[in-house]
């Protein structure tokens, strides 16, 4: 065992020749890479990098390194993707959503690789962690309907390749029957999400002239189109229209007027997921986590149906 000076006098001299330890070496000799790989699709007008950066960080406290990849919708769910991270050698694997193929969950089992699916509430296949969509979406409608709203809009990602987006519909349509809520068919329009994307869905919207008094958007990208695109109209917002969103984004306290929107925990699902994976990558016993809580979040964007 080498003395404290020694120590540091080795430190000092490969701080200053900019040695490199031979991380293929150490892994041959650990059997271990440090490292975790994760498939995320691209981030675009969405708060993925929020829940990347969460994993990312509870990674990096015990020494893990994240390997990303962030492929475009389309291509998500490739299995291809997930063998080049395999053979990469990843210790574990995160992955978003639980709905994934078959050869996915074939490969895990076959490398006895350790994963967890994330933003997910339930897998007969892996551990889960993620919210209740139902929730969220229950906190919208009972907030619309006590400020007096019948009739509604929604703006929201394509349900038919977008798991979350079809959750936080389906969660809504559910919520908002047992309010006596009423989603204007005129007034639903599945699109992409970001900014312009809301902008141009709340016009074409506005160009119908239906008689919704409030519009839900998926996220609050798309809100903060939708409220663009009412101001450009001259539509006060909230006394003409309500605009409701889901995620509580930086910015939502700051758009004009500020935006009513459901918190969800998404840097709670970045960082809890990388604790499960390095509690198994550890060996200590670990238990599936419970659901993260969702909070309504009121602001100036919405109040008493006109």
């Known amino acids: 065992m080498i003395g404290e000076a020694t120590r540091l006098r080795v430190l000092a001299a490969a701080e200053r020749l900019?040695?490199?330890?031979?991380?293929?070496?150490?892994?041959?000799?650990?059997r271990k890479t440090l490292t975790v790989g994760a498939v995320v699709?691209?981030?675009?007008?969405?708060?993925?990098?929020?829940?990347?950066?969460?994993?990312?960080?509870?990674?990096?406290?015990?020494?893990?390194?994240?390997?990303?990849?962030?492929?475009?919708?389309?291509?998500?769910?490739?299995?291809a993707i997930l063998r080049v991270l395999l053979e990469r050698g990843v210790d574990a694997v995160a992955l978003l959503g639980s709905e994934q193929p078959p050869q996915v969950f074939a490969m895990l089992e076959a490398h006895r690789i350790p994963f967890v699916l994330m933003w997910a509430e339930h897998s007969d296949h892996?551990?889960?962690?993620?919210?209740?969509?139902?929730?969220?979406?229950?906190?919208?409608?009972?907030?619309?309907?006590?400020?007096?709203?019948?009739?509604?809009?929604?703006?929201?990602?394509?349900?038919?390749?977008?798991?979350?987006?079809?959750r936080r519909f389906n969660g809504l349509m559910e919520?908002?029957?047992?309010?006596?809520?009423?989603?204007?068919?005129?007034?639903?329009?599945?699109?992409?999400?970001?900014?312009?994307?809301?902008?141009?869905?709340?016009?074409?919207?506005?160009?119908?002239?239906?008689?919704?008094?409030?519009m839900v958007c998926g996220n609050d990208y798309l809100a903060a189109g939708a409220l663009a695109a009412l101001d450009a109209a001259s539509i006060d917002v909230p006394t003409m229209m309500s605009v409701m969103g889901f995620n509580d984004n930086d910015f939502a306290p700051y758009l004009h007027p500020p935006l009513t929107t459901v918190r969800l925990p998404i840097y709670g699902i970045g960082e809890g997921?990388?604790?499960?994976?390095?509690?198994?990558l550890t060996g200590q016993r670990q238990e599936p986590p419970p659901l993260l809580p969702v909070e309504l979040i009121v602001r100036g964007s919405t109040c008493a149906a006109p």
């Not at 950066?53 to 299995?79: F, I, K, M, V």
């Not at 997921?273 to 198994?280: C, E, N």
């Open 18 to 30: 900019g040695y490199v330890p031979n991380g293929a070496a150490r892994a041959l000799a650990m």
């Open 41 to 79: 699709p691209r981030f675009g007008g969405s708060s993925f990098p929020t829940l990347v950066q969460a994993l990312e960080t509870s990674l990096a406290a015990e020494g893990y390194t994240l390997l990303l990849s962030a492929p475009d919708h389309s291509r998500a769910n490739d299995p």
């Open 126 to 166: 892996g551990v889960c962690v993620g919210f209740d969509e139902r929730e969220g979406a229950g906190l919208v409608a009972n907030h619309l309907a006590a400020e007096g709203h019948q009739q509604i809009g929604f703006i929201g990602g394509r349900i038919a390749d977008n798991e979350r987006a079809r």
């Open 175 to 214: 919520a908002a029957a047992r309010r006596g809520l009423v989603l204007n068919a005129d007034a639903h329009i599945e699109t992409e999400y970001g900014f312009r994307q809301g902008f141009d869905a709340m016009s074409r919207v506005l160009a119908l002239k239906t008689s919704i008094t409030a």
């Open 273 to 280: 997921a990388g604790r499960y994976l390095i509690g198994l």
